[in-house]
């Protein structure tokens, strides 16, 4: 019970960091777009209210103001206590990497969060727009990985476990590369590290992905997105549909490659999913764009065929230890 308890209090302080960093990216999108703040949690709270027959006290003006407040406060209890129950989850034994539980907490946090917004019939997310899905996926995304990563770092320091050293700007290079591969071509980066992992690799992701039968599977499947993508029935890739699996594995494959590496995989796995989102929004741009140059697409498809199969290279190509220096063996003077 105690350790149950330990683990809720150190998942509640993981999410109060998630929170803050959630917060954040949704603040800096406002500024960057010059977008009106979003009221959904005002109108979440306000629905609820009036559903359970209670009065937000206050005239007109004094009730808005406390159904911000209110509203403020609804999402910092939601971070917090999902980051709460991710606390209780490891305390009893389920430990994932951050780089698949830092999105599934993410996922869980939209849910929590869009949920009551098409139950209560606030908005209706089949009707959002790709730029609506992504800016709600981000910082969500954020959420997640900044939560778990948090809970992984406190938890090892309470356990008295060796912490795990952090990724240095290479290995980041490397998510990035992975990241923006999976947003070209969703299957690139998990098939670039399931062709170059081995059994013996750290980390349960690339150990598991190791192995001939893995790999053959992971490469046809590579080989018929590349088939299908150029077919005109398939969904747009900013669609939920198709930039959520964009997201998730490229933080996946991103993490996997800094644990293999015997790195950390929390701001790797971040770094993926940012740079998967940013690759999924410019490569429809370059098919745009070639399709006004050429009159088709498929001269900019084929382009981002080939630039998505370097990065893949890029970012799972293994390290190589440095060759040890060479010595000039000189004779003795006699």
């Known amino acids: 019970m105690g350790s149950l308890l330990s683990g809720l209090l150190r998942g509640a302080a993981a999410g ?8 954040t990216a949704t603040y800096v999108d406002t500024a960057v777009r010059a977008r009106p703040p979003s009221d959904a949690a005002e109108q979440v709270v306000a629905a609820l209210a009036d559903a359970s027959g209670m009065t937000v006290p206050g005239r007109r003006r004094e009730r808005a103001r406390r159904l911000t407040a209110l509203g403020a406060l609804t999402g910092t209890a939601t971070g917090v206590g999902l980051g709460g129950l991710a606390g209780v989850s490891r305390a009893a034994g389920v430990r994932l990497p951050t780089a698949v539980g830092g999105p599934l907490l993410g996922l869980a946090a939209m849910a929590a969060t ?10 209706d997310p089949r009707r959002w727009s790709a730029v609506d899905w992504a800016a709600d996926a981000v910082p969500h995304l954020l959420y997640g990985c900044t939560t778990h990563a948090t809970l992984v770092a406190i938890s090892r320091v309470a356990e008295g476990r060796e912490a795990v050293p952090h990724a240095d700007p290479a290995a980041l290079l490397r998510a990035a590369a992975l990241g923006a591969a999976t947003g070209s071509r969703s299957s690139a980066g998990i098939t670039a590290i399931a062709l170059t992992s081995r059994r013996e690799d750290t980390g349960a992701v690339a150990s598991r992905l190791s192995g001939r039968t893995v790999g053959t599977l992971t490469a046809l499947a590579a080989v018929g997105e590349l088939v299908l993508d150029k077919l005109p029935i398939v969904p747009s890739r900013l669609a939920p549909q198709g930039l959520a699996p964009r997201v998730a594995l ?12 015997g790195h950390d995989s929390g701001l790797p796995g971040l770094v993926g999913a940012a740079s998967a989102v940013g690759s999924a929004l410019l490569g429809v741009r370059l098919r745009a764009a070639a399709e006004r140059r050429f009159g088709s697409d498929r001269p900019g498809a084929v382009a ?21 220096p060479e010595t000039t063996v000189r004779p003795l003077r006699r």
Request: hydrophobic residues 55%; proline residues 2%; aromatic residues 2%.
């Open 114 to 123: 869009d949920g009551p917004l098409a139950v209560l019939r606030i908005s």
């Open 16 to 23: 109060a960091a998630g929170t803050t960093a959630l917060t």
């Open 304 to 324: 981002e065929d080939a630039l998505a199969a370097l990065l893949a290279w890029l970012g799972a190509r293994r390290r190589t230890a440095a060759a040890a």
């Open 250 to 261: 490229g933080a996946t494959a991103a993490g996997a490659a800094a644990r293999r590496e």
